[in-house]
């Protein structure tokens, strides 16, 4: 069974305070490992798809990076609007184009 | 604009009550997914439908029922089966590369 587990379950920051997010999973045959953010009260909001080991991907101050095993979302010199939950998910062979989400992490960024 | 609407924002359900959450997208996407979120879990998956006219059951559909007769469309209804609606209800479809989710409605049960 596919499980995606992400550390810590909350975060508090000062502003500037760089620090990376967990997501660890368990699947078999990855086709995609998904970061979204989610505000409160609102859908989640696609950040980045990674797809293989190895790979990176940059948006403004984050940054995922992807092995076999876990994905990491690094946040550089956050600002308190990147306060959120951000959430990953892995699509896999297991569950065709259905995704298994991970219970997030609450991220603060204090002024 | 293309996206996923769901109506309403927010609803209130009486003990014994069925209701249905409403979920349409023009991003002429064929996979649609009902979510179902509660504090502190992911997001768990309780319906979805990869066609018209098709649909399969989640993880948790137990209590829920859900038509797809036309590509836009996938309502979600919260029978009265479902003993703990309580929740938030978030819509979804998918493109080849990733999902896209509507902006969720807020179940209460009074």
């Known amino acids: 069974e596919d499980q995606v587990t992400q550390s810590p379950e909350a975060l508090r920051l000062q502003e500037g305070e760089s620090s990376s997010l967990n997501c660890s999973y368990t699947?078999?045959?990855?086709?995609?490992l998904f970061w979204y953010r989610q505000d409160p009260g609102k859908g989640p909001e696609f950040l980045f798809t990674?797809?293989?080991a190895g790979e990176e991907k940059e948006k403004e101050r984050l940054k995922a990076t992807l092995t076999k095993k876990e994905s990491f979302l690094h946040i550089t010199a956050p600002k308190p609007e990147d306060s959120a939950t951000y959430l990953c998910?892995?699509?896999?062979?297991?569950?065709?184009?259905?995704?298994?989400f991970g219970p997030g992490t609450r991220l603060s960024v204090l002024p | 604009d293309g996206g996923i609407t769901q109506s309403p924002k927010y609803l209130f359900r009486k003990e014994g009550q069925n209701v249905t959450l409403s979920c349409e997208q023009n991003?002429?996407?064929?996979?649609m997914y009902w979510y179902r979120q509660d504090p502190g879990q992911g997001l768990r998956l309780i319906y979805y439908s990869q066609i018209v006219n098709d649909f399969q059951k989640g993880d948790i559909a137990e209590g829920y029922s859900v038509s797809r007769e036309k590509k836009e469309s996938f309502p979600l209804t919260v029978t009265s089966a479902q003993k703990n609606p309580t929740a938030f209800y978030l819509c979804?479809?998918?493109?080849?590369?990733?999902?896209?989710f509507g902006p969720g409605t807020r179940l209460t049960v009074l």
């Open positions: 990674l797809y293989s």
């Open positions: 979804a479809s998918t493109s080849s590369s990733h999902a896209f």
């Open positions: 699947v078999s045959g990855l086709r995609g």
């Open positions: 998910a892995v699509c896999s062979d297991n569950y065709g184009q259905n995704f298994v």
């Open positions: 991003l002429n996407h064929d996979a």
